[in-house]
């Protein structure tokens, strides 16, 4: 009987512990130690007392958790726990805008993509048309994140 009572008190504890050291280690040594309980419970109080002991333990783990979860919410310590998304990303949008309405010189056919020779820079670029010849000029027409859009003319 001690025993039981020791199993089912060790369940429970390693039980509350997870939640501070999250992994699952200790959820299912808790476990063990609760079926264990049911286990040595079945010599003296039969399948009824063994059930009862598992599925109150059980129980009582859940409620614990809810419990558990609700107390440190509340408390000082319970804040570090918590996540706040109140900053919001502020992100520019990744373009060359600087580029647009310049002229260069295709260094590659385009077929849509390619490379173009803008102010002595070797640039990624794609064709707004389909494609452009090797050599061509074409004329920076706007940015879509690093690759500049172009077209002939």
Do not use: C
């Not at 060790?10 to 079926?35: C, H, K, Q, S």
């Not at 310049?102 to 590659?108: A, I, N, P, Q």
């Not at 102010?119 to 990624?124: G, R, T």
């Amino acid at each position: 009987m001690t025993y039981v009572v020791a199993l089912i008190l060790l369940a429970l504890l390693l039980f509350f512990l997870e939640i501070f050291a999250p992994g699952g280690i200790l959820g299912i040594m808790g476990a063990i130690a609760l079926v264990v309980a049911a286990i040595l419970a079945y010599e003296d109080w039969g399948m009824l007392g063994s059930t009862a002991i598992l599925l109150g333990g059980a129980l009582a783990g859940i409620l614990l958790f809810f419990l558990e979860i609700r107390l440190i919410a509340r408390s000082p310590f319970g804040k570090q726990f918590q996540h706040h998304h109140t900053q919001k990303a502020q992100t520019k949008p990744v373009g060359r805008d600087d580029m647009v309405g310049k002229r260069g010189r295709v260094l590659t056919t385009m077929a849509p993509s390619g490379k173009v020779m803008i102010d002595n820079k070797s640039l990624e670029a794609a064709s707004e048309g389909g494609l452009i010849r090797k050599d061509a000029t074409v004329v920076v027409i706007r940015s879509e994140h690093l690759k500049l859009i172009v077209k002939e003319i």
